[in-house]
């Protein structure tokens, strides 16, 4: 089935400093991306739509300089979190849409700001 | 905008028994998908089920299947013989047709599977 791998999958950084997570689709090519967060014990908040060769689309209240996402391939996108704050500690997870129209999920990456 | 409802914070069941999981959203589309997704403490998200608005037959996985109620936009979930591995967090999405659209998700249902 298709498989999207997501890393890091923990990762601490200092404040202040930037942090890159990547998500690639292994088998399948991924036209559009999608980068949500999740804080504790709630669902999944979408923060922006990445598709390939383009701009991300981002949600209002995202910010586009602080979340910086690039999708320069069918099979690989990243989110750079600028500059990072306590307040960004989360976690983050991408999906990539697949020809069966469901979407598969990355395992997430749990990001500390210290 | 689309949006969906999960109206039980939290649900427990004991193993072998039958559970249904409630969901309603709200669209004007007229065709849209509807998916269940589970995600365990592991917190990696996993599609249980499926539903495409036009198909009046609801769909079933196994021990999963869907009441589908589109006049009611009502999407609940079923689990027979409920099994500890099923103990997660369940979350209902809505989806409009066509294309790469994002995923609009509930807040989601706490499972806990008793033994």
């Known amino acids: 089935g298709a498989v999207v791998s997501q890393h890091p999958s923990r990762v601490i950084c200092k404040s202040g400093t930037s942090v890159k997570i990547e998500c690639r689709s292994l088998d399948f090519q991924a036209t559009t991306m999608f980068w949500y967060r999740q804080f504790p014990k709630q669902s999944l908040m979408l923060m922006a739509t990445s598709n390939e060769g383009s701009k991300a689309t981002y949600e209002q209240g995202v910010e586009k300089d602080k979340f910086l996402i690039n999708h320069a391939s069918l099979t690989l996108s990243t989110l750079t979190v600028t500059s990072a704050h306590p307040e960004d500690s989360s976690f983050y997870i991408c999906?990539?849409?697949?020809?069966?129209?469901?979407?598969?999920f990355g395992s997430g990456t749990r990001l500390t700001v210290v | 905008a689309q949006t969906v409802t999960q109206s039980q914070p939290e649900m427990s069941v004991q193993e072998a028994e039958t559970v249904t999981l409630s969901c309603t959203y709200d669209?004007?589309?007229?065709?849209?998908?509807l998916f269940w997704y589970k995600q365990p403490p592991s917190r990696q998200m996993i599609l249980v089920i499926r539903?495409?608005?036009?198909?009046?037959q609801n769909a079933t996985e196994n021990r999963f299947s869907v009441n589908f109620q589109k006049a009611a936009k009502s999407f609940s979930l079923k689990i027979s013989d409920s099994q500890l591995g099923d103990a997660a967090m369940y979350f209902c999405?809505?989806?409009?047709?066509?294309?790469?659209?994002?995923?609009?998700f509930g807040k989601g249902t706490k499972l806990t599977v008793n033994p």
């Open positions: 999906s990539a849409s697949e020809i069966s129209y469901g979407y598969t």
């Open positions: 539903q495409e608005a036009y198909k009046q």
């Open positions: 999405a809505y989806r409009r047709w066509g294309g790469s659209e994002k995923l609009v």
């Open positions: 669209t004007s589309e007229s065709d849209y998908y």
